[in-house]
């Protein structure tokens, strides 16, 4: 079993940034592909980005891509999502995911979910 708790989320203007985090803890953590997934109001929960056991691979939802960078610290059991250059349509609670081996954008692969962190961006 693995427990994920997420941090970071808040209320920023457009344009600005906020760094979340999700800790980790059950399972070695260097074996778990991860991921960020977000669920706006009224609409259906989408993915974000992902990233590797390793580390050495990311991949983003073309919505994010060049604005959010997705990361992780084995070392400290935690992954990381900084967002840069937010707007609006950023509005979401955002959610942390690991599953064992090999990283995807379908939520339904995923075995492990957080709690959720609310993200809003006023414009």
């Known amino acids: 079993q693995v427990q994920l708790v997420e941090s970071g989320g808040g209320v920023v203007q457009a344009g600005g940034s906020l760094r979340l985090s999700c800790a980790a803890s059950?399972?070695?953590?260097?074996?778990?592909?991860m991921g960020w997934f977000r669920q706006a109001p009224g609409k259906e929960r989408r993915f974000v980005a992902s990233?590797?056991?390793?580390?050495?691979?990311?991949y983003y939802a073309d919505s994010v891509k060049g604005r959010f960078t997705i990361s992780r610290g084995n070392a400290k059991n935690t992954q990381y999502l900084q967002m840069n250059s937010l707007k609006p349509e950023d509005t979401a609670v955002y959610y942390c995911?690991?599953?064992?081996?090999?990283?995807?954008?379908?939520?339904?692969?995923?075995?492990?979910w957080g709690q959720g962190t609310q993200v809003t961006v006023s414009s």
């Open positions: 995911a690991a599953k064992p081996g090999v990283w995807s954008t379908y939520d339904a692969r995923y075995d492990y």
């Open positions: 059950g399972r070695t953590f260097s074996s778990l592909a």
């Open positions: 990233i590797t056991g390793s580390g050495g691979s990311t």
